[in-house]
């Protein structure tokens, strides 16, 4: 049997806990996990039959106590000794509620952790890592599992997971967002090092039903492009949020923030999530009418050379732990601007749920800078992306979406399609920008050969999971609508772990 850690949250809890008993048929036992959440749903988690009996990790519970208390420095040595400096970097970098310092692009919603930090100091930050690290090191000796399966690596619980099982030579995977549909693939963590060899093997490995998928879907998208499935639930979600409906909801957590403090997390506190709730439609007008005023027409651009830069949402894994380096987007934007050829302007269109979100000046700052137009976050985005002499992203979806549409496209951060060998040039650091867009600028297209067997490859190693059943209600406890999900879950995390354990795993 093949030993399996999973880590839960809110958002990945039905459907993993539905498939255990399926993963156990094809020769895969649970051994326990780590949960970070609410605790009416980890008493939801450790009661299942499933995990009876079974240790999962519940940061939540001793977070707080962690930043309380005096630096180990014995150990912030030994730790440093093991893993290395940039491991630590990245996990502060990576958990938005500790390195919230490093978030220059949006406001942070306070927190029982946020107000902890300010409180200890940098001292509360460094024993935040360790007290993580010793704890992630002590359930996984518990443990001692195979292979671990973590649904998304974002946040510091996450990174340490990651960086504690890389050292100890444990295999981590997880959930791969493929941009195309809700097609969803399981392979080792962007940017973890283990995964070039991975994709580059996946992609390898199309048929000819899959490449026949990826060429239908290549004719569908140029002639009318699709978001990806999560982004327009996504944005159902955010329109139920700005609706009178998600201005009630602000007013009863904040309400529930004051009577009592017990769902609040050390992640999460319902009087400021209430506060936010409430004051983001107001905010998100005031952007607005602002945005409106700075916004120059695409018209003025449309017959021109220019290159586009989709702005991402702050604080989030893609920029904090996909592309550490790049999480200030103002000097992203200044450093891009700086390195394009003189007489080309770059376009910057704001993601849709950021407006309302940035801090005051961030917009006049981008406006001020030569060459930089601000576009309106309701313009187009594929007509931008068709266009386009580059297309710049720091992981955004808006670079495969170029190489399809046969578009120059320059990527900084960590995301599976910069492992494709033609149609997308990837930045290494700042230093080389000017040589990287000359390069992208001076590269061939990925013929559609190619697309196909890369998309196909893709396809043939993804499955079908809707978003709902990730980040809807529907996760959080509703088992009996997620059969036929688990069913694919299961089986791609079977093979996956026969993959990684040399095992070969039942069909179900």
Known sequence: MTRLFMQFAPSFLSLPVTSISMLEQQGIEFVGGAYCGTSRFHEWLVNQPECSGKPIFYPDLEELEWTQQPLERSELERIRATYGDEVIHRIIIGERHVGFGYVSGAKITKTPLTMAIDRGGN???WQYVVSLVCRIEQILDQTKPDVIFQYAVAGAVGLAIQFVAQERRIPTVCFVHTRIGHELAIAPAQGSGDDGPVIRQMTANANSESISRARAYIDEFREKPRHPGYTSFTAQRLKRQRSAKGFATGIAKMGSGLLSKSNDTPHSSRLFNGLNDLSSPLKNRSQERLMRKLSKPFEDFEHRPYAFYPMHVDPEASTMVLAPEHTDQAHVIQRIAQSLPVGMPLLVKEHIPMVGKRPRGFYERICRMPGVALISAGSEPYQLIKNASIVISITGTACLEATILQRPA?????????????????????????????????????S?????????????????????????????????SMSSAAVLFANLLAKTCQRHAGEQPNST
């Open 123 to 125: 001292e509360a930050v």
């Open 448 to 480: 559609d050969d190619y697309l196909e067997r890369f998309i196909g490859g893709m396809l043939a190693h993804s499955a079908c999971i809707p978003s709902d059943t990730l980040w809807s209600k529907r996760a959080q406890g509703e088992r009996d």
């Open 410 to 446: 320059l990527i900084m951060g960590n995301a599976y399609f910069q492992h494709m060998e033609s149609g997308i040039t990837r930045l290494r650091d700042h230093d080389t920008m000017h040589d990287a867009i000359r390069s992208a600028l001076e590269s061939a297209p990925a």
